[in-house]
């Protein structure tokens, strides 16, 4: 999905507009494989201090249920635990390096259920990750700034007694017209951004849209791959349409999403289709998030108005943002 990168802030003021856009930037490529994990850092634990416990301890968090491979003739296979081994591309925008690593996965997978163990290790399935990452640069005025990536690569997956899963890996982050800040070093390009969005689409083709509602449930918006699991998911409205039903629901109804306008805006779009969304949607009229610093600019005070638009396009019924009135009418449903 090749889409642009619009680089905008609240504080800053635009430089010039761009004259040129799109140059290539050659990198000197690698045949080496990435690390797969850092190395073990020791360190010594104090002793402990008993101390007397007041409260009970909380309930440990259940793990989360393997999800279902929903793509070719593995369609219906549940997987527990992947191998994974990821490589700089062999193909013609290798780069040598990475900016995503195994280590950078294993949380990813855990949130859909997925224990993820390095190569060689017993596991019930294998996938092998080839990307090659490029930074593109444009001219802004009188100056040269890497403000775009393309990530081209394939993700293998094997399971014994099927056959392989290719999926391919095409991405592209276009230089902006206008920007507010100059990256002058190539290293300094989108490349992680657009390797994780290469990697979600690829992921949610193999285990559907589901894997990205998995992501924006954990709720950790300080992951790059779940805050850009919500906006992957809404720029595929028009593609996936129903199928994308969950992760915008998701969205939508998670605490602190800042695309929550965007998820709804979705919804409405969906129309009918969304009607399992309601009774998620319904809370939002009465409940808001709770203030925190770093979500200040993104006021929730339209939010119930935007919940009873999104409510009436899907159910055709109007009744506000009168929770109670759209409760009683939900239950009331067969």
């Given at each position: 999905m090749a889409r642009s990168l619009l680089c905008l802030s609240l504080c800053t003021i635009v430089v010039v507009g761009i004259t040129a856009c799109g140059t290539d930037v050659p990198i000197t490529p690698s045949l080496a494989p990435t690390s797969m994990s850092g190395p073990t850092r020791a360190h010594s634990t104090p002793a402990a201090i008993p101390v007397q416990s007041t409260s009970p301890s909380p309930s440990p968090t259940p793990a989360p249920t393997p999800l279902t491979v929903a793509h070719g003739n593995m369609q219906g296979m549940t997987i527990s635990s992947l191998c994974i081994e990821i490589f700089p591309s062999s193909g013609p925008y290798e780069t040598g390096t990475l900016s995503i690593s195994f280590d950078d996965l294993v949380p990813v997978f855990g949130k859909a259920g997925i224990a993820v163990q390095k190569s060689g290790e017993n596991c019930e399935a294998r996938m092998r990750i080839e990307l090659g990452e490029r930074p593109l640069s444009a001219e802004y005025g009188s100056q040269i700034c890497y403000t775009g990536a393309r990530v081209e690569g394939e993700v293998l997956l094997t399971i014994p007694g099927a056959e392989d899963l290719r999926v391919p890996i095409d991405e592209n982050i276009y230089p902006p017209y206008m920007v507010t800040e100059c990256p002058t070093s190539p290293l300094d390009a989108p490349m992680e951004t657009?390797?994780?969005?290469?990697?979600?689409?690829?992921?949610?083709?193999?285990?559907?849209?589901?894997?990205?509602?998995?992501?924006?449930?954990?709720?950790?918006?300080?992951?790059?791959?779940?805050?850009?699991?919500?906006?992957?998911?809404?720029?595929?409205?028009?593609?996936?349409?129903?199928?994308?039903?969950?992760?915008?629901?998701?969205?939508?109804?998670?605490?602190?999403?800042?695309?929550?306008?965007?998820?709804?805006?979705?919804?409405q779009f969906l129309g009918p289709a969304a009607r399992p969304a309601v009774p998620e949607l319904i809370p939002l009229l009465e409940a808001m998030d709770d203030p925190s610093p770093q979500y200040l600019f993104f006021s929730n005070e339209d939010i119930p108005g935007k919940v009873a638009e999104t409510l009436k396009v899907i159910t055709g019924q109007d009744f506000g943002t009168d929770a109670a009135q759209w409760r009683e009418w939900w239950e009331s449903q067969p």
């Amino acid at each position: 999905m090749a889409r642009s990168l619009l680089c905008l802030s609240l504080c800053t003021i635009v430089v010039v507009g761009i004259t040129a856009c799109g140059t290539d930037v050659p990198i000197t490529p690698s045949l080496a494989p990435t690390s797969m994990s850092g190395p073990t850092r020791a360190h010594s634990t104090p002793a402990a201090i008993p101390v007397q416990s007041t409260s009970p301890s909380p309930s440990p968090t259940p793990a989360p249920t393997p999800l279902t491979v929903a793509h070719g003739n593995m369609q219906g296979m549940t997987i527990s635990s992947l191998c994974i081994e990821i490589f700089p591309s062999s193909g013609p925008y290798e780069t040598g390096t990475l900016s995503i690593s195994f280590d950078d996965l294993v949380p990813v997978f855990g949130k859909a259920g997925i224990a993820v163990q390095k190569s060689g290790e017993n596991c019930e399935a294998r996938m092998r990750i080839e990307l090659g990452e490029r930074p593109l640069s444009a001219e802004y005025g009188s100056q040269i700034c890497y403000t775009g990536a393309r990530v081209e690569g394939e993700v293998l997956l094997t399971i014994p007694g099927a056959e392989d899963l290719r999926v391919p890996i095409d991405e592209n982050i276009y230089p902006p017209y206008m920007v507010t800040e100059c990256p002058t070093s190539p290293l300094d390009a989108p490349m992680e951004t657009a390797a994780i969005e290469g990697l979600l689409g690829a992921f949610s083709q193999i285990w559907s849209y589901d894997f990205l509602t998995a992501l924006i449930r954990s709720q950790e918006w300080g992951n790059p791959f779940v805050s850009l699991a919500a906006w992957e998911c809404i720029t595929n409205t028009t593609i996936g349409k129903e199928a994308v039903l969950g992760c915008l629901t998701a969205t939508a109804t998670t605490r602190l999403s800042l695309h929550r306008v965007d998820a709804l805006n979705s919804l409405q779009f969906l129309g009918p289709a969304a009607r399992p969304a309601v009774p998620e949607l319904i809370p939002l009229l009465e409940a808001m998030d709770d203030p925190s610093p770093q979500y200040l600019f993104f006021s929730n005070e339209d939010i119930p108005g935007k919940v009873a638009e999104t409510l009436k396009v899907i159910t055709g019924q109007d009744f506000g943002t009168d929770a109670a009135q759209w409760r009683e009418w939900w239950e009331s449903q067969p």
